[in-house]
């Protein structure tokens, strides 16, 4: 049987791609890795990818790239090269330079149903708290899968944050090449004296078109991004198509914070210049910030929200109680953003029901 080609694309479509797959391989197993180079080069809480082999085989699947345009190359490490379109940001594949494979972004495939299903979670150890690996249920793994030992959930929410005992008035982010670093402080009274509609996270409002603009979504003024009786930040997943193309993963975590509590680390006010920073919109009035020279995502924001509630990509996070910074966040477990929209619905699916089992654990 001939095999099956695949297309891939980017948001913007700068770069786009084949692969050919054998019917004999499928479904393709995804295997997340919450190693820090990968959460701090991507802004994800891990990256999910399949194998694929440099040079054709019989077997497993090869890769093409059609565009007159290529992604590029940002090298992690010694052993890794991360490719990743310059215009949106999103991330294409990764380049393992001693196995000579692919690691493919499942993001970027024009259709997954079917084609791609959960494996196994790597390098978990790395989270101290689980990560996303919490929330998808399969083997998981301190290290290499098959060549470390599996990583041991912990027993309740919260249980590495309460071992700290201290606690720190800021929290540093930053993405791998430090072409962008800043930090985010615990809210205070300046948090609450914006507003902003409600996110998709908390209503379906979003859902098929946004209302006129004297349908405030918000009308009782709630402070939605404050959780904790205000001493935590509102996180949650999202599976939307633009997320899912401009990130190159089929899950983004955004934690939503004021932007008075996002400093440069001079102490002045983030502004969309810094660092590395390159700006992608991707629709009108919403904008997607991501590092020139590592390619993570960093922020998104809308027009709608006049700037002063900005999504900070969760995996740039560096809180010493772990991946999910609990200290800091409040995760909302009953749903996933635009999982309705979801391309691999039965990945997200798998996310939402353990998303929602972990909520109900006792912290």
Known sequence: MAPSTLKFSCACRRITGTIDISHSTLPLGIEFCHCSICRHSSGQLAVSCFTCNRASSNDSPTLQITSKEHPVAYKS??????????????????????????????????????????????????????????????????????????????????????????????????????????????????????????????????LHSHPPQDQNPNESGNKWWLRANGTKYLAGLCACNSCRLATGYDLQAWAFVPKTNIRQLDGTEIDFSMGTLKTYSHSPGAYREFCGRCGATVFWWHEEREGRIIDISVGLLDAKEGAKAEEWLEWRTKKVSFEECAQNKSLVAKVTEGLRKWGQKEA
């Open 77 to 206: 490490s010694e052993e890794l090269t991360r490719y990743f379109c310059d215009q949106c940001g999103a991330s294409i594949y990764l380049d393992i330079l001693e196995s000579g494979d692919y690691e493919i972004s499942t993001g970027v495939l024009d259709q997954a149903e079917g084609l791609l299903t959960f494996k196994q979670h790597i390098f978990v150890e790395s989270t101290k708290d689980g990560g996303l690996s919490s929330w998808i249920e399969g083997e998981a793994w301190n290290g290499w899968a098959e060549k470390s030992e599996r990583f041991q959930q912990p027993a309740a929410r919260g249980s590495q944050s309460q071992s700290l005992g201290d606690r720190s008035e800021t929290l540093e982010c930053y993405c791998h090449c430090r072409g962008v670093e800043f930090y985010v402080t615990r809210p205070d009274e300046e948090s609450a004296k914006v507003s902003a509609p409600l996110p998709d996270l908390l209503t379906l409002y979003h």
